[in-house]
């Protein structure tokens, strides 16, 4: 009979008790803050390596339309890929082609 009643002076004690509240308090708010931290913390990494990715795919989506552009022999000029037989020709159905394609982004600018 006297552990019980030790046990119901202990808990009487923490329910009067403000530092045991503060306590229990600080704990819960201290849990649910690294809770967030860690959630905040996987979805940088996430993102992370979304971003990555995407430019990873994006280099070589640029790298393999160099590649199986033209007749094989392409060179790359400002990012853009152009066949070297296209341009040596001088033909004038190409000139005519890109003057026109130039004439028609110049005012987009």
Avoid: C, Q
Wanted: hydrophobic share 40%.
């Amino acid at each position: 009979m006297k552990g019980n009643n030790r046990m119901e002076d202990a808990i009487r004690f923490r329910l009067e008790s403000d530092s045991w509240e503060s306590r229990i308090a600080s704990g819960v708010v201290a849990e649910i803050t690294g809770r967030r931290e860690r959630l905040l913390l996987r979805g940088s990494f996430v993102s992370i390596a979304a971003a990555s990715f995407s430019v990873v795919v994006f280099i070589l989506n640029l790298y393999f339309t160099g590649i199986t552009s033209g007749s094989g022999n392409s060179e790359t000029l400002y990012g853009y890929t152009y066949s070297v037989e296209e341009l040596s020709y001088g033909s004038d159905d190409v000139t005519a082609e890109i003057s026109g394609l130039i004439n028609e982004a110049y005012p987009m600018r």
